[in-house]
Antibody, heavy 118, light 107 residues
Framework: QVQLVESGGGVVQPGGSLRLSCVAS????????MHWVRQAPGKGLEWVAF????????YYADSVKGRFTISRDNSKNALSLEMNSLRDEDTAVYYC???????????WGQGTLVTVSS | EIVLTQSPATVSLSPGERATLSCRAS??????LAWLQQKPGQAPRLLIY???KRAAGIPARFSGSGSGTDFTLTISGLEPEDFALYYC?????????FGGGTKVEIK
């Protein structure tokens, strides 16, 4: 079965950095685009970043552009999110998400909590 | 950026009643509108994609309709497990965006 397992969350000071990872299994990782989505405590969902199946195209939300970098290693079935210059408002549960447009192939990880606080 | 506005923010209903949730887009999203359900402490789960197609394993009491900018999720006959948060998401334009959510609570 499809599994997405995130790791790397934790507490970091404002201005600090953190790297999130997501390891995928149960599907052909190298053929699917991947996304990061976040959810601040008690708030709604916010799409964060996208990477094409081959890593050649990346998109970011304006709120993280220039500070976050999404990447993937298809040899390891791994997705990453490098987060720099972290702000209080980046505090959230970060989810790894995969879906295929116009199909019901749609899976989420369990999420990893990032807390930005001094 | 396409803004999705969900209404109402909260709806209070009794088991067995019908729930009608609205999602309005600031510009057309074509058919690429999805509905997700989220329960406390859990990741979201896909219910509906492409406006009206139910994901595998989703009961027939969940239905989606609409087009362009106005979309509706209907739950006909609420079951106890349906009381949760519901989000719409447009998947046709960058950046992808979510609505603010509708909470379906027990009356």
């Amino acid at each position: 079965q499809v599994q997405l397992v995130e790791s790397g969350g934790g507490v970091v000071q404002p201005g600090g950095s953190l790297r999130l990872s997501c390891v995928a299994s149960g599907f052909t990782f190298s053929t699917y685009a991947m996304h990061w989505v976040r959810q601040a405590p008690g708030k709604g969902l916010e799409w964060v970043a996208f990477v094409r199946y081959d890593g050649s195209i990346k998109y970011y939300a304006d709120s993280v552009k220039g500070r976050f970098t999404i990447s993937r290693d298809n040899s390891k079935n791994a997705l990453s999110l490098e987060m720099n210059s972290l702000r209080d408002e980046d505090t959230a549960v970060y989810y790894c998400h995969v879906f295929a447009t116009s199909t019901d192939f749609d899976y989420w990880g369990q999420g990893t909590l990032v807390t930005v606080s001094s | 950026e396409i803004v999705l506005t969900q209404s109402p923010a909260t709806v209070s209903l009794s088991p067995g009643e019908r729930a009608t949730l609205s999602c309005r887009a600031s510009q057309s999203v074509g058919k690429y509108l999805a509905w997700l359900q989220q329960k406390p402490g859990q990741a979201p789960r896909l219910l509906i994609y492409d406006t009206s197609k139910r994901a595998a394993g989703i009961p027939a009491r969940f239905s989606g309709s609409g087009s362009g900018t106005d979309f509706t999720l209907t739950i006909s006959g609420l079951e106890p497990e349906d009381f949760a948060l519901y989000y719409c998401q447009q998947r046709g334009n960058w950046p992808l965006t979510f609505g603010g959510g509708t909470k379906v609570e027990i009356k």
